[in-house]
């Protein structure tokens, strides 16, 4: 067999562009906003579509003859009606119990930040593979009905319930403690249970971008 000429042209296989090959397939700008319209479409009708209801009814008026609430829907209509008579001298007593809810939500959401964010970076710096178990942990509560959570909390508070079998067991109380008697201690506690997964998952990314530029 004779060597090839050097004369004759080598044939050079065609190469392929790597840019080509990096993007992969060509989207649309917008494909990926598209995915998100389902999703819109349920918070608008499960959501904001109740919450504009309530608004209406806050910001509405007052059925004279059965002095119910009635909502209005227009804005232009809206009055502080309703809350001229919560507000009032006959109604005094709404005042505390407003005082004392905007008290309960700063309490908690201060301590549902502090735990949280604490939380989110353990998991973002240390979580290493046993990350993904940790964020299924985190996400499990939402499987289950946020009534059914409050109500298993409510036989654990009981004063028959294992808190304080527990606590009385272990002596760390004189007597059983009447947990459900609207103590404000209760209340945040139930609040923090509540809502703290919703502050520590949008954590993590956060928490990992901070802790990237330290780790090599």
Known sequence: M?????????RRRPQRSHRAADEGIHYSRWFWPSLTIPASIWLAIL???????VISIAFGTVDPIFRGPLPVYEPWWWSGEQFGRVLGDSFSFYRIVYIHTFEYVIIASALCLVLAYTVAYYVARYGGKRKTLLLVLLIAPFFISYLMRMLAWINLLD???????????????PHRIDWLSGRPSTVIMGLMYGYIPYMILPHPRRARDRVAPHVR
């Open 47 to 53: 959501f904001i579509l109740p919450l504009y209801t």
């Open 2 to 10: 004779s060597a090839p000429s050097e004369a004759e042209p080598v």
């Open 159 to 173: 004063t028959e319930g294992y808190i304080n079998k527990i606590l009385t067991f272990l002596h760390l109380v």
